[in-house]
């Protein structure tokens, strides 16, 4: 081969060195402006995940995003390219507002007066324009936007201040945070019907089958508010912490059968595993249980339990 | 959509909700008959040897059990007490085994078969 041959031009060379030193070809196809994300977070058992795409300031002033580069009235998609999704694997309560198992379009009505709309749509494979009528949104989810901590350059949603019945999901973007209450039911059930708990209520003493000595008291009442069966044992048998208080709470399983599990300031905090689970068998006569058995997670009977006189 | 207080509401009321199968009637003077026998389960485990020799001592309740496992609509399967006839699951499906201890020891407490039923709906229902 000749010294012609061989020689190659400078632009040449600068195309064989820049593609030699690239990862491979189709990186470069996949740079996007506004990169796409996916948070996810289990909560009670439901698993609710956000994917989006994450547009960036870019040097846009942090308060002139609502009201300026979108504005009042529009129904936007937080995020960009295609239009922000949400799953839950399980129904959820949004702000107030029940939402059914599936996967659903984002899609944000901001208004001036802060009283902001969160619907959720069918479609979730939609591009970010044009926005779907109002009229074809399944749930429109109330939501008061306030102005945060520090500046988010690039757009985000994230999942805090977790418990057992729920937590918070918001977005956040400039100034901006949208901050969106979730609440959970335990897949077991808390609520208990007031005529039916009206049963189970008062003063209790417990004795244990392997030492009749030993005796505990267990006081059930019934919370109107939260349609729950709550107990309280012995003094300091549950560990207090500061202000954290904890506390049972009866969760139905049977006809006057229940499951024992726990609450932190009230709410609920833990429902032990199936394989650790102690239940409560009330025996009822004339509408009103006389007594009880508590059995472990073996169906051994651990305590027998008479209204305390 | 709801509104969360129907939706609360809807869980409260009523308290137990029964969203499965009920549990079948035992068939008239259904016996042990056809429960795998000790010689057909040589080679198994002493303790799954244990739970069949339960289940043939009470025929009636576990016939009057729906088996939470998931065959129950299967078919052949009716009961908690099919699930240990020949072809049955109960061999090695934990669940099958353990409603069976449950039903068993339960009956020796002298629970009646409605009692029964309420104490397994409320560990696997």
């Known amino acids: 081969m000749s010294n012609e041959q061989w020689a190659m031009s ?3 060379w600068a195309m064989v060195v820049v593609g030699a030193l690239l990862p491979g070809g189709s990186a470069l196809a996949q740079a996007r402006a506004s990169e796409p994300a996916k948070v996810s977070q289990t909560i ?3 698993e609710i995940t956000i994917e989006y795409s994450r547009p960036s300031l870019r040097g846009r002033h942090p308060d002139s995003l609502f009201g300026t580069q979108i504005e009042w009235g529009a129904i936007w998609t937080p995020g960009a390219n ?4 949400l799953s839950t694997s399980r129904t959820i309560v949004l702000n107030g507002t029940a939402v059914a198992a599936g996967k659903y379009g984002v899609w944000i009505e901001v208004r001036r007066d802060s009283s902001w709309l969160v619907h959720l749509h069918p479609d979730t ?4 324009l044009p926005p779907p009528p109002r009229g074809q ?3 429109s989810i109330p939501a008061t936007p306030r102005q945060a901590d520090g500046v988010r350059q690039t757009l985000a949603w994230e999942f805090d201040n977790l418990r057992a019945g729920g937590g918070q999901m918001r977005m956040w973007w400039g100034r901006t945070l949208l901050p969106i209450e979730i609440a959970i039911e335990s897949s077991l059930g808390t609520a208990v019907a007031a005529d039916v708990a009206r ?4 003063a209790w003493t417990e004795t244990s089958v392997r030492d009749t000595t030993r005796r505990r008291p267990f006081t059930i009442r019934y919370d109107t508010a939260s349609r729950q069966l709550v107990a309280t044992g012995a003094a300091g048998e549950l560990p207090q912490h500061g202000t954290a208080t904890w506390g049972y709470i009866l969760l139905p399983r049977s006809e006057d059968i229940f499951v024992v599990a726990y609450t932190l300031n009230g709410e609920l905090a833990q429902v032990p595993e199936p394989g650790q689970q102690v239940y409560l068998e009330f025996t009822v006569e004339n509408g009103r249980a006389t007594s009880y058995v508590r ?12 209204r305390t006189p | 959509m709801f509104s969360r207080r129907s939706f609360v509401a809807v869980l409260a009321a009523p308290a137990f909700v029964r969203l499965q199968d009920p549990h079948p009637d035992p068939r008239p003077g259904v016996d042990a008959r056809d429960v795998m026998t000790a010689e057909q389960l040589n080679g198994y485990g002493a303790d799954v040897r244990e739970v069949f020799e339960m289940v043939r001592q009470i025929p009636q309740i576990a016939d009057g059990l729906r088996c939470y496992c998931g065959c129950a609509g299967r078919e052949g399967m009716r009961s908690l007490l099919t699930c240990f006839y020949r072809g049955g699951m109960a061999t090695h499906c934990e669940i099958c085994q353990a409603e069976a201890r449950l039903a068993y020891r339960r009956h020796r407490e002298g629970q009646t078969l409605a009692q029964i039923r309420r104490a397994v709906e409320a560990r696997w229902g």
Request: glycine fraction near 10%.
């Open chain 1, 295 to 306: 059995r472990n997670a073996r169906d051994q009977v651990t305590a027998n339990a008479v």
């Open chain 1, 137 to 139: 949104m399944i749930v």
């Open chain 1, 125 to 128: 494979a939609r591009w970010h």
């Open chain 1, 199 to 202: 049963r189970y209520e008062g």
């Open chain 1, 44 to 46: 009670a058992g439901a």
């Open chain 1, 82 to 85: 295609n239009a922000t999704t």
């Open chain 1, 10 to 12: 400078n632009g040449q």
